[in-house]
Nanobody, 128 residues
Framework: QVQLVESGGGLVQAGGSLRLSCAASGRIFSTYAMGWFRQAPGKEREFVAAITSSGGNTHYADSVKGRFTISRDNAKNTGLLQMNSLKPEDTAVYSC?????????????????????WGQGTQVTVSS
């Protein structure tokens, strides 16, 4: 079992920045890859970014590439998502999740079905 708690969401103007945190407890954090997803009202959950257990490999959705940075601090059992140059279309509930054991393949890490434990989410609202 692992528990995930997101924080850092809020209201920001377009062009601004936010830094989301995902605090993990339970299983040893450093042993599993993790990802961030988002869901806007009336839309399906969307992949944002993922990172391997060591932090040595990352992958981003095209819509956030160059603006968002995923990282992790295994010593603090925390995953991070730095979001810069935010746009109104980034408005959503952002959730972190742990990736089930398996190969690091693009189609796999982009699918929410590949993740087992989820946090409750944190709201990010970007005003125009």
């Amino acid at each position: 079992q692992v528990q995930l708690v997101e924080s850092g969401g809020g209201l920001v103007q377009a062009g601004g920045s936010l830094r989301l945190s995902c605090a993990a407890s339970g299983r040893i954090f450093s042993t599993y890859a993790m990802g961030w997803f988002r869901q806007a009202p009336g839309k399906e959950r969307e992949f944002v970014a993922a990172i391997t257990s060591s932090g040595g490999n990352t992958h981003y959705a095209d819509s956030v590439k160059g603006r968002f940075t995923i990282s992790r601090d295994n010593a603090k059992n925390t995953g991070l998502l730095q979001m810069n140059s935010l746009k109104p279309e980034d408005t959503a509930v952002y959730s972190c999740a742990t990736l089930k054991v398996g190969p690091w393949l693009v189609n796999r890490i982009r699918s929410s079905k590949s993740y087992d434990y989820w946090g409750q989410g944190t709201q990010v609202t970007v005003s125009s």
